[in-house]
């Protein structure tokens, strides 16, 4: 398990995180949601152990983050980042070797896995290409198969994923694909978290919810649990509707009408 | 696309020893060249001679000494400054994930050439004995150019991290300094020592010894080997440094270590040889446009193309104003700018850059 213990991250006088307890379970997805500037990716990074918190600890599968060494790290946990820049034109194949860096394993397993995690994310037909000359979502799933690759040994401990919102940026059908193969992905006892922009999106994939509103935790559930009006009212400032979809029961938002103040000055231009 | 992404595969394997091979021929052939012309069946009995083989040949006397005092120190001393050159370009490319670095510009060349030539007007003035003068030498290289790029990196940190579009500009800023710092020096320099500032800004090879490769051999020969070191963990570093991190890097000790032995060895082969340019930038460029970006090729191959390019210079410095010889700085930049823009031309119409 994947446990942060009363996070709080201060930057001069500025909370960025006041008191943030989250916990990954390998198997599960987890999504974290809230406004933009309300912490989540400086959670990611404390959860990564990228920053150090200024109060609080983080615990991987029992063991203290600090205590583990980098590469010890990296066998248990990898991190899909937001920016997708590759400096110099490395193939999409080599791209995803470095993925196993640190394993130090066999040529022939190292392809194998890479092989493997390519037709996952279904990228093994460009393999070759150079990764510059990618559009934003076939980079995106090359990056996505470069983090799988990194954690992708049969092995009896748990791992995780952290991704920082997977999907910004690609349209609905990639979106649908990259969280598909999240859940897909858990089934292999790795636990993924993942910040999610779409709170639709969310709700229909995550087996559970963390609502981050101003560095703090407003709510944690399923979606059954937490995704509701008052919650989500809360979080982002923001009234909106919660209707659930007749097929599978899941609930889903959508926002209320403008506030009559923007349509007016929208609908009526100011004459002088 | 497909095409020319097979032949590169295919080509990997048989760059090194290719490399390898024209370096050997380019030395052969720059060991032929001289005021006294020797032909390359001699050169290759002279060096297998002094080898321990072929002992009992009787060769010209004259021309063994020219080739074993003169024209062998100079070859070995112009490979292992080359070959310096190109995988600290590579290597610091890859740390600072940034095309447009080399050794020159975070300040190792300018740094070293500043120390050393302020020992050669100054030091002569509180006179020093001849032997501290020369061992002094190397050092106030080395520690000129750590010195200059330890103060690039400090000032271009930005909240632990290194903003290279910052770094860019101090390294400009820390070059114009250190040539100012030359500058001053000339100005206080005699008429003898005067003639030494073509040789810092604009290198020459000439003053090859198998004394001062004793010292500067196996200090660059180290920061080579250990720069070859770090090429998986330079191809990892493309992704950024937190990724890097993320992968299982130990980003600052990387970072660290390749900016420390490309100061050792650049700083090294300035007091050598002075200031040569180009070298850094081109040689890895041009690796990764004709072959691939894998550090694991990069790094060695930029090790025999330094050392190769900067050979076939030596060889047109000597042969063009012959009997006087050009600046290599000058031939290097002759040779080198040209090319160079040909290559980034040829990768931005394909998007590789």
């Known amino acids: 398990m994947y446990e942060a213990n009363d996070l709080s991250l201060r930057i001069g006088s500025k909370v960025i995180l006041d008191d943030v307890s989250i916990k990954l379970h390998p198997g599960k997805f987890t999504a974290v949601v809230g406004p933009n500037g309300a912490g989540k990716s400086s959670l990611l990074k404390i959860i990564a152990g990228e920053q150090t918190p200024s109060q609080g600890a983080?615990?991987?599968?029992?063991?203290?983050?600090?205590?583990?060494?980098?590469?010890?790290?990296?066998?248990?946990?990898?991190?899909?980042?937001?920016?997708?820049?590759?400096?110099?034109?490395?193939?999409?194949?080599?791209?995803?070797?470095?993925?196993?860096?640190?394993?130090?394993?066999?040529?022939?397993?190292?392809?194998?896995?890479?092989?493997?995690?390519?037709?996952?994310?279904?990228?093994?037909?460009?393999?070759?290409?150079?990764?510059?000359?990618?559009?934003?979502?076939?980079?995106?799933?090359?990056?996505?198969?470069?983090?799988?690759?990194?954690?992708?040994?049969?092995a009896v401990h748990p791992r995780y994923v952290l991704m920082d919102e997977p999907t910004a940026s690609l349209d609905i059908a990639q979106q649908?694909?990259?969280?598909?193969?999240?859940?897909?992905?858990?089934?292999?006892?790795?636990?993924?978290?993942?910040?999610?922009?779409?709170?639709?999106?969310?709700?229909?994939?995550?087996?559970?919810?963390?609502?981050?509103?101003?560095?703090?935790?407003?709510?944690s559930g399923s979606a059954r649990e937490v995704f509701t009006r008052a919650v989500i009212q809360k979080?982002?400032?923001?009234?909106?509707?919660?209707?659930?979809?007749?097929?599978?029961?899941?609930?889903?938002i959508i926002p209320e009408t403008f506030p009559s103040v923007n349509n007016q000055s929208i609908l009526k231009p100011v004459i002088q | 696309m497909d095409a020319t992404v097979t032949l590169r595969r295919v080509g990997n394997s048989s760059v090194i020893p290719g490399l390898a091979i024209l370096l050997l021929v380019a030395m052969l052939f720059s060991l032929t060249i001289g005021a006294v012309s020797i032909p390359v069946s001699e050169v290759g009995i002279i060096l297998l001679k002094n080898l321990g083989l072929f002992k009992g040949v009787a060769i010209d006397s004259t021309h063994e000494l020219v080739i074993t005092t003169i024209r062998f120190p100079r070859i070995v001393m112009?490979?292992?400054?080359?070959?310096?050159?190109?995988?600290?370009?590579?290597?610091?490319?890859?740390?600072?994930?940034?095309?447009?670095?080399?050794?020159?510009?975070?300040?190792?060349?300018?740094?070293?050439?500043?120390?050393?030539?302020?020992v050669v007007v100054f030091g002569a003035s509180i006179s020093l004995a001849g032997w501290t003068y020369e061992l002094l030498i190397p050092f106030a290289a080395f520690a000129g150019g750590l010195g200059a790029t330890f103060l690039v990196l400090k000032l271009s940190e930005q909240a632990g991290r290194t903003n290279i579009a910052v770094l860019i500009l101090i390294g400009v800023a820390v070059n114009a300094l250190t040539g100012a710092l030359i500058g001053l020096s000339i100005f206080y320099a005699d008429e003898n020592q005067l003639r030494t500032f073509t040789f810092w800004t604009l290198g020459d090879l000439g003053g090859a010894s198998w004394q001062k490769l004793a010292v500067a051999a196996p200090l660059i020969l180290l920061s080579i080997t250990v720069l070859l070191f770090f090429s998986r963990a330079l191809n990892v570093m493309a992704l950024g440094e937190a990724e890097a991190y993320y992968i299982g890097v130990d980003v600052e000790r990387t970072k660290?270590?390749?900016?420390?032995?490309?100061?050792?060895?650049?700083?090294?082969?300035?007091?050598?040889a002075g200031m040569i340019g180009f070298i850094g930038l081109v040689i890895p460029h041009l690796v990764r446009v004709l072959f691939h970006p894998d550090n694991r090729l990069v790094l060695p191959a930029s090790v025999l193309g330094g050392a190769l390019l900067l050979v076939l210079a030596d060889v047109l410095a000597r042969t063009i104003a012959r009997p006087s010889e050009l600046p290599i700085g000058v031939v290097t930049a002759l040779i080198g700018a040209p090319f160079f823009v040909m290559l980034l031309l040829n990768a931005k119409s394909k998007r590789e850059i």
């Not at chain 1, 859940?183 to 919810?209: S, T």
């Not at chain 1, 979080?235 to 889903?252: A, I």
Request: proline share 3%; glycine share 8%.
């Open chain 1, 58 to 154: 983080v615990k991987v599968n029992g063991k203290n983050l600090r205590t583990y060494r980098s590469t010890e790290l990296s066998m248990l946990r990898a991190v899909l980042p937001q920016q997708q820049v590759v400096q110099f034109a490395f193939s999409v194949e080599q791209v995803i070797h470095l993925g196993r860096h640190v394993h130090r394993s066999r040529r022939s397993h190292d392809e194998r896995i890479v092989a493997e995690v390519m037709r996952l994310t279904d990228v093994y037909k460009f393999r070759h290409r150079s990764y510059p000359t990618l559009s934003g979502g076939e980079k995106q799933r090359v990056q996505l198969a470069r983090v799988l690759a990194q954690v992708w040994d049969d």
């Open chain 1, 176 to 219: 649908q694909h990259i969280f598909a193969l999240a859940r897909q992905v858990c089934g292999r006892n790795i636990g993924v978290m993942a910040i999610v922009h779409d709170l639709n999106q969310a709700a229909r994939f995550a087996d559970e919810l963390y609502f981050i509103g101003d560095g703090r935790l407003v709510a």
């Open chain 1, 235 to 252: 979080t982002f400032r923001c009234n909106v509707n919660v209707y659930h979809d007749p097929c599978s029961g899941c609930p889903f």
């Open chain 2, 78 to 118: 112009t490979m292992l400054i080359g070959a310096m050159l190109g995988v600290s370009g590579a290597a610091l490319q890859g740390v600072f994930r940034n095309p447009l670095v080399e050794p020159g510009l975070i300040g190792v060349s300018g740094g070293a050439a500043a120390a050393v030539v302020v």
């Open chain 2, 256 to 272: 660290m270590l390749v900016i420390f032995f490309s100061a050792l060895g650049v700083g090294v082969s300035v007091s050598l």
